[in-house]
């Protein structure tokens, strides 16, 4: 069964450095997602992206943040320069054109230092 | 203001008995609502998805149901096994935006 794929799993970086986490869609999905979930707490809506642009983005996806499809296949998220508050796990979804099911990646866990 | 939220927020049963999950939302204008189940450290994993016209979706022993006129919508867990325990989050979309509920953390106990 196809499935998102994310790397790396885990990711430690000190603070101010720049961070690109990496996901790999489902490859017929056209809508794609970023989210992340703060330990403990509940998952947030970061991001969209279709037709090559950000359709939709929350108050947290900020200037420091920025997503690309650099080659049809990766989705990225940048993280310009990470404060310790951008610790989280970091989830990627995509759905298909149908728009209907939703597929989530494993995550990856951020850790600012 | 649109909102998610789940009761209860935490949840302990023993194996092999029923549970209900609750889930209100004030999110407007509604597009469709999702339940998903979350095992720790992992991502969702999508268990029924409702459009506006359903009432009631099926998906082995989760029944989700939706009642758009109050908002509500129910995740109703038959014959609980231990792989049960995990969290399960109500997901309301909306024109182009989403919100999540908390969750509730399910524990099933042998």
């Known amino acids: 069964e196809p499935e998102v794929t994310q790397t790396p799993s885990h990711q430690v970086t000190q603070m101010g450095q720049e961070v690109i986490l990496r996901c790999v869609p489902i490859?017929?999905?056209?809508?794609f997602y970023w989210y992340r979930q703060i330990l403990g707490q509940k998952v947030e809506f970061l991001v969209s992206f279709y037709n090559n642009e950000i359709s939709e983005k929350s108050e947290i996806f900020d200037d420091q943040f920025s997503v690309e499809r650099p080659d049809g296949s990766n989705f990225t998220l940048k993280i310009r320069s990470t404060k310790l508050e951008d610790s989280a796990m970091y989830f990627c979804?995509?759905?298909?054109?149908?728009?209907?099911?939703?597929?989530f990646g494993p995550g990856t866990r951020l850790t600012v230092t | 203001k649109n909102q998610v939220e789940q009761s209860p927020q935490s949840l302990i049963i023993l194996e092999g008995k029923n549970c209900t999950l609750q889930?209100?939302?004030?999110?407007?204008?509604?597009?469709?609502l999702r339940w998903y189940k979350q095992d720790t450290g992992r991502g969702p994993v999508s268990l029924t998805i409702m459009t506006f016209s359903e009432n009631t979706k099926s998906n082995g022993r989760y029944t989700a149901t939706l009642d758009a006129d109050t908002k509500q919508s129910s995740l109703h867990i038959t014959a609980s096994q231990l792989s049960d325990s995990a969290s399960y989050i109500c997901v309301v979309r909306y024109v182009n935006d989403m919100r999540f509920g908390a969750g509730t953390r399910l524990t099933v106990k042998p």
């Open positions: 979804a995509s759905i298909s054109g149908t728009g209907v099911e939703q597929y």
């Open positions: 889930c209100n939302y004030t999110v407007s204008p509604f597009s469709n």
């Open positions: 490859s017929n999905h056209l809508y």
